[in-house]
């Protein structure tokens, strides 16, 4: 296959990448939004502790599992628009390609009379 045919565009935009990319991102957002209610529950139970006697180290925990709830939803998102990146990219380089081969390909007859 040609690989600037508009065959080879529409099989290479709807490439595994850009699928798996779609995918990832809709497991992470299940994945969190089906933590979300364990995070306001571990967040009650932080607030909690600060107007009670419990013993230190269960504050502690509670703000360490915090921080890496949030650290771990920054790390999903950062992958996420990693990928996208990476996508855009690809795209990009197949389109210019696409047309920098069909620049190519016109004649120079066809080109007379014709500018930017």
């Known amino acids: ?67 890496l709830a949030s650290f771990g939803g920054t790390l999903m998102m950062n992958q996420y628009f990693y990928k996208m990146t990476i996508v855009g990219l690809r795209v990009r380089t197949t389109v210019i390609g696409a047309l920098y081969k069909k620049a190519l390909l016109i004649s120079n007859a066809s080109r007379e009379g014709k500018h930017l």
């Open 1 to 67: 296959m040609d690989p600037y045919s508009r065959d080879y565009f529409q099989i290479r935009c709807r490439s595994p990448h850009v699928r798996a990319t779609y995918d990832s991102q809709v497991s992470q957002t299940e994945f969190c939004s089906k933590l979300k209610p364990y995070f306001l529950q571990l967040s009650s139970l932080l607030i909690e502790h600060v107007e009670s006697d419990d013993p230190t180290w269960k504050g502690y925990l509670y703000a360490i599992l915090l921080f």
